[in-house]
């Protein structure tokens, strides 16, 4: 376990461990703008760049922690938003916290609920320099969030990383409500800075700004400033153009500095995190994997395979031949199929795992690519083989 030497107003940018100060983020290896590093977090280490699954509700839907560990998960996600409304944060710590309360123990992030909050319009009720009021999705109730408080609920689930409360806008809005919102994201930083945190948790500020270059070079310059343990970039992937967005990310990406984790809040298809690792990006995260399942999905590296089609009913092949997830590992395409069209959980569960090893595979050979110097060449290949039509084509 790692001691924090950081005080609660200054960034935690370095760990005593085992007597030795160590950085809680180093590059070890950079090709192009990607990097390779290491994030040190009060729960070990994770090496970046870094696929986070989603445990939005403290659990990724249908999936064990000791089956996400094997499946080579390093950081999981929680929501500060969702745990709050359920079953409440006092409760989880009054039973040791989040990693206890669900039988985690890597490193966790939380986000803060301003995705949650800001982008479910239809339960926004009020939105001032103070903090934000909007209705709970679970019973209607009037809730309010300040960064005083989600600091709190932060510090009472114990994550190792806790986000800012920010205001994620969908795409298209006018740029002076954008710009309203950087400012008040600038404020609310400002603020969550100056509070108490868990021990050893690091605090990562939230670029806004859209599609903007102006805004965002703001919004990053402002938070820069204030000196967080690492930067997010927000308010992208939220309805744009696909290739606008990676446009903006590019640039949102290079206005942060280079000695600190990146993270793109809500990517992970594939080809998407494919691109912004080889913008600079460290860490992202997305429900992809277990929504795609839910759908009769997989992600393989010959396109996407959906189960449903009847061309599966006799496969006796694995989903992919070199995956080595349970459900590549000791099934064929045939029962997976058969698991789907009866909604069995195990189709489910067994296509989570797979999708969730995909994801993470690819991450680490995108990791491996830049620590050789090679990822033009790897992502080319990736892309091209990510985009043929596979099993898929008639
Ligand atoms: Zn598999």
Redesign the pocket.
Known sequence: MLASTGSATSPNDRFTWHGAEVETFSVIARDGAARAGILRTAHGEVRTPVFMPVGTKATVKSVDPEELRAVGAQLVLGNAYHLHLRPGDELIAGLGGLHAFMGWNGPILTDSGGFQVFSLRDTLLESDDEGVTFRSVYDGRSERFTPELVAEIQTRLGSDIAMCLDICLPAGVASAELEDAVRRTTLWAERQRQLPRAPGQLRFAISQGGLDDELRRRSSEELTRLDFDGYAIGGLSVGEERAQMFEAAARAASYLPEAKPRYFMGIGDPEGIVEVISQGVDMFDCVLPTRTARTGS?L?WAGRINLRNARFARDSA???PD???????RFSRAYLRHLVNQQEILGLR?LS???L??LIDLVASARAAVERGGLLAWKEDALSRLSSAGPEAP
Do not use: E, Q, Y
């Not at 080595?324 to 590992?329: E, R, T, V, Y």
């Open positions: 997989a393989t694995p989903l992919d995956c080595g997830c349970p459900a590549c590992m067994l795992l797979h999708n090893r995909f």
